[in-house]
T-cell receptor
């Protein structure tokens, strides 16, 4: 049982480059989330998807887009990366008893 | 706007001490409060507290929800170096279908 699989684990981008972070869950959860974690800031919600076909902005959505491709997959796209987007990104899915997290993506924008 | 605040942000104690971590929240239509432990990578689930389950215990860890005070505490007794981690509190609102996290408490247990 893989749980939540997130790729890549590490990425370095130049300012202005684009990339997509991939996330897939095999637990048949309706809800999926993207968070970023910066030192001293806890986990901040970027976007979430309550069900297939729906997405909503979280606390810090600017500079990001998401796609809920199907029930399993929820991707996060940075169209034009900025140094302020240097962070660790976590994908999660939930059945409302607990949230399950991917292992994180450490993204550095130089 | 939903808000979760944890305190202290950082705590350093000696092995064997007892610690209490705090989480307070402001959320419309509270549904549940969750505690996570984060070591090197992804957070791992500890407890979920709801209106029907306001106290949970697992070994040396226990947590209580105070719905009147809109807060929760996480207690760890007889701490061990392996308890060193960031402890995260998250709150879920009815119908909102999202988890809002606090900043976390960085706990360091010195031998």
């Amino acid at each position: 049982n893989a749980g939540v699989t997130q790729t890549p684990k590490f990425q370095v981008l130049k300012t202005g480059q684009s990339m997509t972070l991939q996330c897939a869950q095999d637990m048949n959860h309706n809800s999926m989330y993207w968070y970023r974690q910066d030192p001293g800031m806890g986990l901040r919600l970027i976007y979430y998807s309550a069900s297939e076909g729906t997405t909503d902005k979280g606390e810090v959505p600017n500079g990001y887009n998401v796609s809920r491709l199907n029930k399993r997959e929820f991707s996060l796209r940075l169209e034009s990366a900025a140094p302020s987007q240097t962070s660790v990104y976590f994908c999660a899915s939930s059945d409302f008893t607990e949230a399950f997290f991917g292992q994180g993506t450490r993204l550095t924008v130089v | 706007e939903d808000k979760v605040v944890q305190s202290p942000l950082s705590l350093v104690v000696h092995e064997g001490d007892t610690v209490t971590l705090n989480c307070s929240y402001e959320v419309t239509n509270f549904r549940s409060l969750l505690w996570y432990k984060q070591e090197k990578k992804a957070p791992t689930f500890l407890f979920m507290l709801t209106s029907s389950g306001i106290e949970k215990k697992s070994g040396r860890l226990s947590s209580i929800l105070d719905k009147k005070e809109l807060s929760s505490i996480l207690n760890i007794t007889a701490t061990q170096t392996g308890d060193s981690a960031i402890y995260l509190c998250a709150v879920e609102a009815q119908g909102a279908q999202k988890l809002v996290f606090g900043q976390g408490t960085r706990l360091t247990i010195n031998p």
